[in-house]
């Protein structure tokens, strides 16, 4: 039976209070252990540098697929995904050097790099913005299991993209762990972020 959104939302709360007050974290394995998620890619930064999955080995990584022009799903989860990962990078700043927020873009016609460092600064100097051209950016999403695609061309708005808005955070080895809910709020971001990286 799936779990109600508010039941969602609640259980990483309650974990997170547990492990504050001391108590063990769970023993359960991570809910995305083992899923086909992730894998290499070559995209480009802000400054057009080469950035390879493999360059992040030895790190956590979060990470979300969206674009520049999202009108109001990705500023959104971006603003919850970063602000969680600050709120937990003050209880852990001995950790947070090993987190890597990354920001993907399936939207390679008008994301170039210099766009996507001006929109990743709006969220934090911790932020990565990845994008590149349309094969690169393909096999990202694919390894991903990421589904987009382009919408119809409006004379006055131009296109949207339609896309899954999922954020991953995956391991030092860059297997996947959990999913973190940036749908729903920064502090279930923390959360998780609390439940799983040491």
Known sequence: MPMLPFARFLAPLVLALLVACGQPAPTEPPPLEGAAIGGPFELVDGEGQTVRWSDFEGRWRMVYFGYTWCPDVCPFDLNRMMQGYRAWALEHPDLAGDVQPIF????????TPEKIAEYTANFGDNLLGLTGNPEAIAQAAESFSVFYERGPDDENLGY??????????????????????????????AAQLEMWVR
């Open 104 to 111: 993907i873009s399936i939207d390679p016609e008008r994301d």
């Open 160 to 189: 949207l993209m339609q896309h899954s808005n999922a954020a991953f955070l995956m391991d030092r080895t860059g297997q996947p762990i959990a999913l973190l809910p940036v749908d729903e709020s920064s502090q279930g971001v």
